[in-house]
Each structure stands twice: as C-alpha cells, then as structure tokens.
C-alpha cells in the first residue's frame, strides 16, 4: 500500500521480491477482494488508512 509513483513503486517491487523470494510481495490493487482477508502483514509506504481498511485481517504494517 503506498502514494508513491509507479516507478518508484515497481523498483520496491522488484526489490522485495529479489530479497523475500519465498513470501508473495504484490501491490495492494492487485490483490482480489475475495483473497484480502488472507493478508496478515503489509509492507507500506505513506499509505491511505482507508486503502488499509481492506485488508480486515491485518496484523501488521511496516512503513518504509
């Protein structure tokens, strides 16, 4: 979840997937509806707190 521009935002991207191979690292878009009660941990970046509030299930947020 973040406010940053697309560039920017898709180096994280590439970034975190490149050092957490093993974890399922996407944008929040791209995530469906029906799969966002499974997120337990976000990684995000000067996030909306409504943007946050769909994921009803989540534990914990880790600003960059």
């Known amino acids: 979840v ?7 935002a898709r180096i ?3 970034a975190l997937r490149v050092a957490a191979p093993g974890v399922d690292v996407r944008f929040a878009g791209d995530i469906a509806a029906s799969d966002r009660a ?9 996030p ?17």
């Open 38 to 46: 499974s997120v337990k941990v976000a990684i995000v970046a000067n």
């Open 48 to 64: 909306d707190p409504a943007d946050l509030a769909g994921f009803p299930n989540l534990l914990w947020g880790q600003s960059l």
């Open 12 to 14: 994280w991207l590439a």
């Open 2 to 8: 973040h406010t940053m521009d697309q560039a920017d």
